[in-house]
């Protein structure tokens, strides 16, 4: 929510969808998650089952904020339009939640939108036509990938921002190329090699080259400037100037050009230490 409300334009329009607008796979994969949670929740009440009905909020929360989100954050940034279906889905979410948080929904609500209560809404209804259960098993098996392969980084020691050549994956379903770029961007490689079989199984090629160890020193670089810039309570557009340490002044220009891009830096000047320069 508070990314939401941090980066959307236009706050008051989150309304209903127009599907046939949607074409981001993540985006077609959260309205298919949400009406399976209007779905779900709606059954549980009309059952007065509370306790089942928290658990799929409590899972919905964690897709919606650890994967849909996660994955958006960047197109979100570059094109605040493009939230309206997060939107739409934080509006579904807390009307599901009003009957078992009612504080914490009506705070976010008036926040979200600032119209009437949330405890006025009308209770959503879900369209059995769109929960793909395909979709929703290709991403099941993407993000159990997603996981092996953070895991196989760990236990190599090689850091989630130091890109990788490629990556093998092996998964009972196909996973088609919309999603296996999420893949790639989310485990920091160039390529995903997938083929399908039982179980899930993949295998990081860890061999660095030059380029790549300087792309891993450039994303480490624009870390640190952008906690830089957390510290100094600058503003989202707000640009800089900035010193880098000399150390820094054999990335290449691309990479350089990227970095002061993706953290507004005006112009750079070489030091011996990373400071934002002010005044």
Known sequence: FCFYKLYSRDISKTGELKIQEVNHVLDRWIISRTHSLIKDVTQAMDTYDTVVG???????V?????????????????NPAEMYVFGWALEKLITMMAPVTPFISELIQQNLVG??????????????????????????????????????????GVKVRQPLKSLTSIAPVDISDEIQKIIAEEVNVKQIIHSVGNEVSVVLDTKITDDLKSEGISRELMRRIQSLRKAAALGLTEKVNIQLPKEYKNLPPHLLADIKKKTLIESIVWGDELLLLTG
Do not use: G
Request: proline share 2%; aromatic share 10%.
């Open 54 to 60: 928290c658990r799929v909020i409590k899972s919905y």
């Open 62 to 78: 964690n897709e919606l904020s650890t994967w849909y989100l996660r994955r958006s954050r960047e197109r979100f940034k570059e």
């Open 115 to 156: 119209k009437h209560s949330i405890h006025l809404q009308s209770w959503p209804t879900f369209d059995e036509t769109k929960i793909d259960l395909k979709l929703d098993e290709e991403m099941n098996y993407a993000r159990s990938i997603v996981e092996k392969a953070h895991s196989s980084r760990k236990e190599k």
